[in-house]
């Protein structure tokens, strides 16, 4: 699978490990920076175009990275189209996909570990949108109020 993943410094390793580990797996990993670790780097300028690439490309899944996820996962989803969660474990990751047919996930690499975000990534991959119609339908009022409302 494509895969799209940006991060600011605050989770710059966790990035590159990701990439690594996702590659290794087999994905075609995109990587829209940060391209190295900048302490006064801003997470929108990587998270916007990352989640535009999601969009752009409806085959693929998204991934941001910061010190808590919070603002980048604000900041995907300043973008149409773009459904990104705040995931601190695989569950959520998992209803995220399932319910929400979410298309970027956001973690907050100062509060897991590199394996435990690995293992939150992996879930968010695999798991399919359940596609039952009650979902489905909340997730198209979502999208109904994009196409009426924003440009
Ligand atoms: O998680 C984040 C946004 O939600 C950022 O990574 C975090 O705010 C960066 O903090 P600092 O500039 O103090 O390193």
């Known amino acids: 699978m494509r895969v799209h993943i940006a991060t600011d410094h605050a989770a710059f390793e966790l990035k590159e490990y990701l990439r690594e580990q996702l590659s290794a797996a087999g994905h075609d990993v995109v990587d829209h920076g940060a391209t190295s670790y900048d302490a006064e780097d801003d997470y929108p300028d990587t998270c916007i175009p990352c989640a535009e690439a999601v969009v752009a490309d409806p085959e693929s899944l998204g991934i941001v990275l910061g010190g808590s996820g919070n ?41 897991t570990t590199n394996e435990q975000a690995l293992e939150i990534v992996n879930v968010f991959l695999t798991q399919p949108f359940t596609q039952e119609e009650r979902h489905a339908r909340r997730v198209q009022k979502m999208t109904d109020y994009e196409d009426a409302h924003l440009a």
Do not use: D, P
Request: charged share 20%; aromatic share 4%.
């Open 71 to 111: 603002g980048e996962q604000l900041a995907a989803n300043r973008v149409k189209g773009c459904r990104a969660i705040l995931a601190y474990n695989t569950e959520i990751a998992k209803l995220g996909r399932e319910h929400n047919n979410a298309n970027v996930i956001s973690l907050g690499g100062r509060f």
